[in-house]
């Protein structure tokens, strides 16, 4: 029933009931001004609601995907449409002057002179970690001096997601685990000390280091990517503390994260617009985070592929998102793991409980997630095992983890883990 033609007829009634022409006449115009505009007006407030709600049902969470990937500094393209670097200052080759590195030595103890990246299975990784006292390194001032080193895992990257993580969860959206192999194979190359020879005037400009038989697995000057662009935009308009900021310069396409302040209630994206609703009046600009969509182009190459935590868009992958179902079945397990398109690299063979213990060949994606809710002195062992399928073997375990730290979200009661075959 069409409301709105209803209301007209019973207006056109009245108005046919009223016998003198000036009391219909001002009625006509009363209901013509103010009624039927004020019913008009409400409509379409509850129409806009209506198509709100409507566009949070038909949420995609594969517009959130984040791709991640490495390439060497001198063939980054900083006019990429689509990756950015995941930080700026990877794209400078820095010198470092001496008198800097002595006061930060003396401050803090020790100094990371540069970021490496490992080319090699995260088992090798750590084993390198655990052997890297034993390296020596050469610096180049003036002239070059030897110095002794050792390696760390590098947590700058793995901060950014972390920030990622609290990012999502600030803007209501379900968090899904980033397929990022690479930033758990960078190492900081620190020093405790330095020369007593080098002068404080000297600029360190570059550096090799000897981690003997490693050597071949350490590659310089590499930047880490991703799809993530931090900007800052203007706020257009506020009213009733709903803050308009455009977008129409990044695109629709896009999905926008905004950056955590305290007071903001809700965060919805129209066709050009982001519409921030919050007991917040101040704010002149906002710290927007683009995740930004599209295709590849033909005439893009990467050394290394990369790596998206996109899964199958299907009906079935919708219902069950949208019913919260249990995932109670091996097939249905099966399902989720092929979902994530990562055949070419792994083929799923299995999974078993177990109270034994468990080789640890895989970690967690999600390191920074509190677990709350299971208790680790109790708990049983949920262990899959997967087959190389002889393609960069040295990332397999690292994209076992990334399946691992999702499948763990779904079964809390166990420890979840994986096992290349």
């Known amino acids: 029933m069409d409301h709105a033609n209803d209301m007209r007829e019973m207006i056109r009634t009245e108005i046919r009931s009223i016998n003198r022409l000036e009391e219909r006449v001002a009625f006509k115009e009363l209901m013509e001004s103010v009624f039927l505009a004020l019913y008009e007006t409400n409509e379409k407030m509850y129409q806009d609601l209506e198509h709100r709600i409507m566009d949070d049902l038909a949420y995609d969470i594969n517009r959130y995907c984040i791709q991640t990937g490495l390439v060497e500094r001198k063939f980054f393209d900083s006019s990429h449409h689509i990756m950015s670097a995941m930080q700026e200052d990877d794209l400078v080759q820095t010198a470092y002057a001496v008198a800097d590195i002595k006061e930060k030595l003396e401050k803090n103890g020790t100094y990371r002179l540069t970021t490496v990246f490992l080319k090699c299975d995260y088992l090798i990784y750590n084993e390198i970690l655990k052997r890297s006292y034993d390296f020596q390194a050469v610096i180049v001032a003036d002239k070059e001096y030897p110095v002794q080193i050792h390696?760390?895992?590098?947590?700058?990257?793995?901060?950014?997601?972390?920030?990622?993580?609290?990012?999502?969860?600030?803007?209501?959206?379900?968090?899904?685990?980033?397929?990022?192999?690479?930033?758990?194979?960078?190492?900081?190359?620190?020093?405790?000390?330095?020369?007593?020879?080098?002068?404080?005037?000297?600029?360190?400009?570059?550096?090799?280091?000897?981690?003997?038989?490693?050597?071949?697995?350490?590659?310089?000057?590499?930047?880490?990517?991703?799809?993530?662009?931090?900007?800052?935009?203007?706020?257009?308009?506020?009213?009733?503390?709903?803050?308009?900021?455009?977008?129409?310069?990044?695109?629709?396409?896009?999905?926008?994260?905004?950056?955590?302040?305290?007071?903001?209630?809700?965060?919805?994206?129209?066709?050009?617009?982001?519409?921030?609703?919050?007991?917040?009046?101040?704010?002149?600009?906002?710290?927007?985070?683009?995740?930004?969509?599209?295709?590849?182009?033909?005439?893009?190459?990467?050394?290394?592929?990369?790596?998206?935590?996109?899964?199958?868009?299907?009906?079935?992958?919708?219902f069950q998102r949208k019913n919260q179902r249990k995932v109670k079945t091996k097939a249905e397990l099966e399902r989720i793991i092929i979902s994530f398109g990562l055949q070419d690299f792994i083929e799923y063979q299995d999974c078993y409980l177990t109270n034994d213990l468990v080789s640890q060949e895989t970690y967690s994606m999600n390191f920074f997630m509190e677990d709350e809710i299971r208790d680790g002195t109790a708990e049983k062992k949920l262990v899959f095992t997967f087959k190389s399928k002889k393609m960069e073997e040295w990332l397999l375990r690292d994209l076992i983890s990334f399946i691992v730290s999702e499948i763990q979200e779904i079964y809390p009661e166990y420890h979840c883990c994986g096992i290349l075959k």
């Open 151 to 318: 390696l760390k895992s590098s947590k700058r990257y793995l901060n950014q997601i972390e920030h990622l993580y609290h990012l999502f969860m600030a803007n209501g959206i379900p968090w899904q685990t980033v397929n990022a192999p690479y930033l758990f194979k960078m190492a900081d190359v620190c020093i405790n000390e330095l020369p007593n020879e080098i002068g404080d005037d000297a600029i360190i400009t570059d550096l090799r280091i000897n981690c003997g038989e490693y050597n071949k697995l350490v590659c310089y000057d590499m930047v880490p990517i991703w799809n993530l662009l931090h900007v800052k935009l203007a706020c257009g308009d506020h009213r009733n503390y709903e803050h308009i900021v455009s977008i129409s310069q990044y695109g629709g396409e896009n999905a926008y994260l905004v950056s955590e302040k305290s007071g903001i209630q809700n965060i919805r994206q129209t066709k050009d617009k982001l519409l921030i609703t919050g007991e917040i009046n101040t704010v002149k600009k906002w710290d927007i985070y683009i995740i930004r969509n599209g295709e590849e182009y033909k005439i893009d190459k990467y050394t290394y592929p990369v790596m998206r935590n996109l899964k199958k868009d299907n009906f079935s992958e919708r």
